[in-house]
């Protein structure tokens, strides 16, 4: 049986990419929009997905992937409702019910972050694996958790990129997070990459310092995760992460701050295949909504 169609959303700070898709081999429409006013996006990826679907059939299911902080909690209020963030405009913005109402479709929202685990846990790097960790950095750096096959929520969804990390002694920059200054998002987004050297990261040389510096404050974030969650492998996707050096400098460094501490052999042994790049690479989130709808259409 053909597996269901499902529109799949995921909103990015500068941009949305909206698909309808059943699968990776399957995304029979996909297209890109720029995130602008809210009033505004919530109208071009209605208009999208409007025209999609009178091509390639009525979607199922619809799934938001977002960027955060986002009400996740069905029995709030406020679910769905990007809660406070540094984007201008967005604050308390409700971002799946004029969706939900305008397609009556099942919906379901969850972060970015999460969606891109999601689909890395259905198709790609964390296909049989119980528990993985996944780190987007981007413009902002976000996270998700996978703990024995479900996606981790709390009182909230993780903030892996709030975490605190120790500023290298030589660094001297004070951190571009607007809540918390140094955090990891304050110091290895591609923001802060911006705003340290005065460059966008992809203009940045592959044996420019910068790369020593991001690949630190990452390692720092995956020893955290160690200690904490601790899980079977540990994805790194986004904008940033395309400069490949950066993973073999992050386990190097990573495997530094252990100092031997735990043995595990996919640490010791393997630790190409434990700090990873996501399979999926760009259409991780979007694999992640596609996998979001059908799960949710099995409940009615
Ligand atoms: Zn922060």
Redesign the pocket.
């Known amino acids: 049986m053909e597996a269901p169609l499902i529109a799949a959303i995921e909103t990015g700070g500068t941009k949305i990419n909206v698909a309808l898709a059943r699968a990776p081999e399957e995304i029979l429409f996909q297209e890109r929009i720029s995130t602008t006013m809210p009033e505004e996006t919530l109208k071009q990826i209605r208009i999208a997905l409007e025209k999609a679907q009178k091509i390639h059939g009525k979607a199922q299911a619809l799934a938001i992937g977002t960027f955060g902080p986002v009400d996740l909690s069905p029995q709030s209020l406020t679910y769905g409702m990007i809660t406070e963030t540094p984007k201008p405009g967005w604050s308390q913005t409700d971002i799946l019910s004029p969706l939900r109402d305008f397609f009556q479709i099942p919906s379901i929202i969850d972060t970015d972050v999460n969606a891109a685990l999601l689909g890395e846990a259905q198709w790609g790097e964390a296909s049989q694996l119980k528990n993985a960790a996944y780190l987007t950095v981007g413009t902002g750096i976000g996270g998700g958790l996978l703990m024995n096959g479900k996606l981790i929520h709390g009182i909230g969804h993780p903030e892996l990129?709030?975490m605190l990390v120790t500023p290298h002694p030589e660094d001297s920059f004070a951190g571009c997070?607007?809540?918390?200054?140094n955090?990891?998002?304050?110091m290895a987004s591609g923001l802060a990459l911006k705003k340290r050297w005065g460059r966008n990261a992809d203009e940045l040389e592959i044996d420019h310092p910068a790369w020593e510096l991001e690949a630190e404050y990452l390692a720092q974030a995956c020893y955290n995760l160690m200690m904490i969650v601790p899980p079977t492998k540990i994805i790194i996707g986004g904008g940033v992460m395309k400069q490949q050096q950066l993973y073999p400098l992050i386990r190097e460094r990573f495997s530094g701050l252990l100092k031997g501490y735990l043995s595990y052999p996919e640490i010791t042994d393997h630790l190409d295949s434990f700090i990873v790049p996501p399979h999926l690479g760009e259409k991780a989130a979007l694999m992640g909504c596609v996998v979001m709808g059908q799960r949710i259409l099995k409940r009615f």
């Open positions: 990129g709030h997070c607007p809540f918390h200054g955090c990891l998002e304050g």
